[in-house]
């Protein structure tokens, strides 16, 4: 069936260093992966997306990488800030409108 | 624009009793969803509404029922509320772009 992983739990960095989050998927007829940010108390927040066609886009401070022929997405923070410490969750767009969504990885950015 | 608003951000319940969460969003938005979150998992899927006037099931549907009041509101209902439903709950709505969900600040929610 559908699911979506990450490979570490927390992850821990300096700050001003780069942040690599990853996350292994399944499902390879999905047409959408999607990175969210979810701060201490609150609901998750969208930091930006992919298409399946993609391997590469880019927004402010973040890049996203999709490899398709191994099934894996990754998150890039550039400059690591100690407001970028939260969950970080990935997810793909299943069948219809459904998210699946992986477990989460904790970002702690060290001062 | 408050976005999506969610009600009691708190409950304690006992197991058998029922209750409704609420939900509200005010960006005229199409879908809504209902997850749950339990620790060291990501969210899943109760339920979802694609339009108002329509409902279905996601990954864990059982114990719990839902109302698309609206265009503006959808509510999840727990009937009789057990101990495996002590979980955080997030609406979420999504508009134009499906890729975008906006979510509220989640209902903790515990059942001793």
């Known amino acids: 069936g559908e699911s979506v992983g990450l490979h570490l739990p927390t992850l821990s960095v300096q700050e001003g260093d780069n942040s690599i989050i990853n996350c292994a998927y399944s499902?390879?007829?999905?047409?959408?992966f999607i990175w969210y940010k979810q701060e201490s108390g609150k609901g998750p927040q969208f930091i930006i997306d992919?298409?399946?066609?993609?391997d590469k886009r880019q927004g402010q401070r973040v890049t996203v990488l999709l490899n398709k022929t191994v099934k894996h997405l990754s998150l890039q923070i550039a400059a690591t800030q100690p407001g970028d410490s939260a969950v970080y969750f990935c997810?793909?767009?299943?069948?219809?409108?459904?998210?699946?969504f992986g477990p989460g990885t904790r970002l702690s950015v060290l001062p | 624009n408050a976005g999506v608003t969610q009600t009691p951000k708190f409950q304690v319940l006992k197991t058998g009793q029922s209750m409704t969460l609420q939900c509200a969003q005010d960006?005229?938005?199409?879908?809504m969803y209902w997850y749950r979150q339990d620790p060291g998992m990501g969210l899943r899927l109760i339920y979802y509404?694609?339009?108002?006037?329509?409902?279905d099931k996601g990954e864990v549907p059982n114990g719990y029922n839902v109302s698309r009041l609206n265009k503006r509101e959808f509510s999840l209902r727990l009937e009789s509320a057990a101990p495996s439903q002590t979980s955080v709950y997030f609406c979420?709505?999504?508009?134009?772009?499906?890729?975008?969900?906006?979510f509220g600040a989640g209902t903790r929610l515990s059942v001793l």
């Open positions: 979420a709505s999504t508009g134009e772009s499906k890729n975008i969900q906006y």
């Open positions: 499902n390879s007829a999905s047409d959408y």
């Open positions: 992919i298409r399946s066609n993609m």
């Open positions: 997810a793909e767009r299943g069948y219809g409108q459904n998210f699946v």
């Open positions: 960006m005229n938005h199409n879908s």
């Open positions: 509404s694609a339009s108002e006037g329509t409902t």
